[in-house]
């Protein structure tokens, strides 16, 4: 099985800037679909942003509404991981942020970490 481990969250104030990276198991790396997601208290999980596999030319990537112009989402396969660059964070991205692995690259998404918490203060 896949493996995924979270880390870079933490406590930033409006405006700032956090990056997020998800190392992965597994060498075929390259050829899944990494996404973000993220659960905030009392809300269901919801998507941020994926990236698909990497082959002769770089993975495209989508972003839910919310984010869009303000986070990144990349990948680095020779280190087995995907980032997420957060800018201009607001009070409500505060959340568990999740990154998931889509073994197929086909939107569905077979492994998922243990998720990192995102604070931010108004």
């Known amino acids: 099985q896949v493996q995924l481990v979270e880390s870079g969250g933490g406590l930033v104030q409006a405006g700032g800037s956090l990056r997020l990276s998800c190392a992965a198991s597994g060498r075929t790396f390259s050829n899944y679909g990494m996404g973000w997601f993220r659960q905030a208290p009392g809300k269901e999980r919801e998507f941020v942003a994926r990236?698909?596999?990497?082959?002769?030319?770089?993975?495209?990537?989508y972003y839910a509404d919310p984010v869009k112009g303000r986070f990144t989402i990349s990948r680095d396969n020779a280190k087995n991981t995907v980032y997420l660059q957060m800018n201009s964070l607001k009070p409500e991205d505060t959340a568990v942020y999740y990154c998931a692995a889509d073994v197929g690259d086909v939107g569905a998404y077979d492994y998922w970490g243990q998720g990192t918490q995102v604070t931010v203060s108004p």
């Open positions: 990236i698909k596999r990497s082959g002769w030319s770089i993975g495209r990537t």
